[in-house]
C-alpha cells in the first residue's frame, strides 16, 4: 500500500467513523463509563420511569431490554412482569454487563436472562412481549439491531425507545448540553435529529414525546402482526 495515499485516507476514515455507529468505540466508552454511570444517568430517571410505562407490560409479560448497560431498569422492569415474567438483557460492554449481572444476583432475580452480544448479532432465545431502547443511540441507527429484536417479538408486542435528540429551534442553546453527553454516550451523531427514523417504518401506532426541552425524546410503537 501507498504510504501517501494511506495518510490522505485518515480523515475520510475519521469522518466515516462519525456517521455510522461504531462498535469499538463504543466499548471503549462504555468501559471508561460503567463505574460511575449509575450516576450519569440519574438525571433521566423521569424519562426512564416514563418509557417502561409505555411498554404497558403486566404480569408473566417477556421483556427485551436492548442495550441494558448496568440493569438500571430491571427493576422498574421486574415490578411490573413480576416473578411469573422475564427480562432479557442485550449489551455487548463487558464492563456494563458484569454490573448488570450483579445487581441481578444481588437482588435474587432468578428471571433475568444476559446475552453478551452487539444486539445485530444476538441469539435472543424467546418471543418477547415488549422491547425497551433506554438511551441506545448506536443500536437505534443500526438497522440489522431494530430488525433482529422486532423478529423477536411477538405481533402486536410494544416497542418503547428513549434518548437524546437535537433541541429544536426555540431551545437551541440547549444542543450545546446533548452534544456533551452524545460525545460521551454515542459513537455517531448521525440520526440525532430524528434518532427513531429508522425504527419507524418497523411499527405501526408510532407515538413520540419530547421532554427536556426538546433534548430528549420517547417514541412507542406496535410491531405488526
Known sequence: ?????????????RLTRWLTPNRSTAIRQYRSRARIYDLELALFEPVRQRAIGRLRLKSGDRVLDVGCGTG?????????????????GIEQSPE?????????????????????????????????DAALF???????????????????????????????????????????????????????LEGLARPWSHLEPLVSELVLEQMLGGTVYIASGVVAG
Open 1 to 13: 500500500m501507498d504510504p501517501a495515499r494511506d495518510d490522505r485516507s485518515q480523515p475520510f476514515q
Open 72 to 88: 438500571l431498569s430491571f427493576s422498574a422492569l421486574e415490578g411490573l412482569v413480576g416473578p411469573e415474567g422475564s427480562i432479557v
Open 96 to 128: 456494563m454487563i458484569e454490573r448488570a449481572r450483579a445487581r441481578a444476583a444481588d437482588n435474587g432475580w432468578q428471571n433475568v436472562a444476559l446475552i453478551a452480544a452487539s444486539v445485530e448479532e444476538a441469539a435472543i432465545p424467546l418471543a418477547a
Open 134 to 188: 433506554h438511551f441506545t443511540h448506536d443500536i437505534m441507527r443500526t438497522r440489522n439491531a431494530l430488525a433482529n429484536v422486532c423478529r423477536h417479538l411477538k405481533p402486536g408486542g410494544r416497542i418503547v425507545a428513549a434518548g437524546l435528540k437535537w433541541a429544536p429551534v426555540r431551545t437551541m442553546p440547549l444542543n450545546i448540553l446533548v452534544w456533551n453527553a452524545a460525545m460521551r454516550s454515542t459513537s455517531t
